[in-house]
């Protein structure tokens, strides 16, 4: 029998890379079952899982986590991504979980396969949306920098955002049928302390690190997704870590972009749900 677990409905938690806001929901189950993290998107925050948070929730305790600098929690000091991994200790911690399926699209996924190869032993299972274990292209690297410097004086004009930021972020069809997420993700993004945003963007773009021959230490089940109009991680990316990582299986969802899980909610959920359910020990054994 499921426990009832009752949801904090706000809370911080210290950790290496300063208080992170952490939301959960969900009930627990029996002691050996994982609680599930949740690790949005560089310019998001906790929100973008809103269309996963209840399905999920159904199946276990959720702790969907906001990022340094993103959202409600608290800009961090300048950090590489593996930092960023390891203050997710930190969080489990906190919470008294012992061991976790993280799922995480772009930067949140970048650090949840950071996390497998960093703490083992604390992994459940992995998904994995629309990120890379690859290093950023100079050109890439480069056009971030820009970005965020401009960023850091003056803010990005929309005009600028609509041009560079928002075809990397969503699909054309969702761009044309639902400018709503476009100017929703704008307004988002530009509301956060500007620092804080730029120290983010330069850990997960310019500072990143390719860890390609290391996803064979990932010794986790693991469902890899991404759009197939992603224009900022592509579909190749996600072939090379569905590749590197035993097992894990490969899906490319039709008519969807970088924010697959914002952009079509049903069609993400109908693999990750499932995906979830399976990293849960079979009843009566948890």
Not at 160 to 186: C, G
Not at 230 to 238: E, G, V
Request: with cysteine; hydrophobic share 45%; net charge positive.
């Amino acid at each position: 029998m499921r426990l009832r677990y009752r949801p904090a409905a706000m809370a911080y938690v210290r950790t290496r890379l300063g208080r992170l806001y952490c939301d959960e929901q969900g009930e627990t189950g029996g002691p050996r079952d994982p609680a599930i993290l949740l690790l949005h998107g560089l310019l998001f925050d906790g929100g973008s899982w809103r269309g996963q948070i209840e399905p999920l929730a159904d199946l276990g305790r959720v702790v969907n986590i906001d990022g340094p600098g993103h959202g409600r929690s608290e800009p961090a000091p300048r950090f590489m991504l593996e930092e960023h991994a390891d203050a997710l200790i930190d969080v489990l911690d906190e919470f008294r979980i012992d061991r976790a399926i993280l799922v995480g699209i772009s930067w949140g996924g970048m650090v949840a396969m950071r996390f497998a190869i960093q703490h083992p032993r604390r992994v459940a299972g992995l998904a994995l949306l629309d990120t890379s274990a690859d290093a950023e292209a100079l050109p890439e690297r480069l056009r971030y920098r820009a970005l965020v410097a401009i960023h850091r004086r003056v803010g990005v004009p929309l005009s600028l955002f609509d041009k560079e930021i928002a075809p990397r972020l969503f699909a054309p069809r969702t761009i044309a049928e639902r400018p709503e997420l476009v100017q929703a993700a704008y307004r988002r993004a530009m509301g956060y302390e500007r620092d804080g945003l730029a120290r983010a963007a330069i850990a997960v773009v310019v500072r990143r690190r390719s860890i390609v021959a290391e996803l064979s230490r990932i010794d986790a089940p693991a469902l890899v997704m991404c759009g197939r109009h992603d224009r900022s991680q592509p579909p190749a990316r996600s072939e090379t870590i569905a590749k590197g990582i035993r097992g894990a299986r490969l899906v490319v969802l039709e008519e969807l972009g970088h924010m697959s899980a914002l952009e079509g909610p049903a069609q993400v959920n109908a693999h990750l749900v499932p995906f979830v359910r399976s990293c849960f020990p079979p009843r009566g054994q948890s």
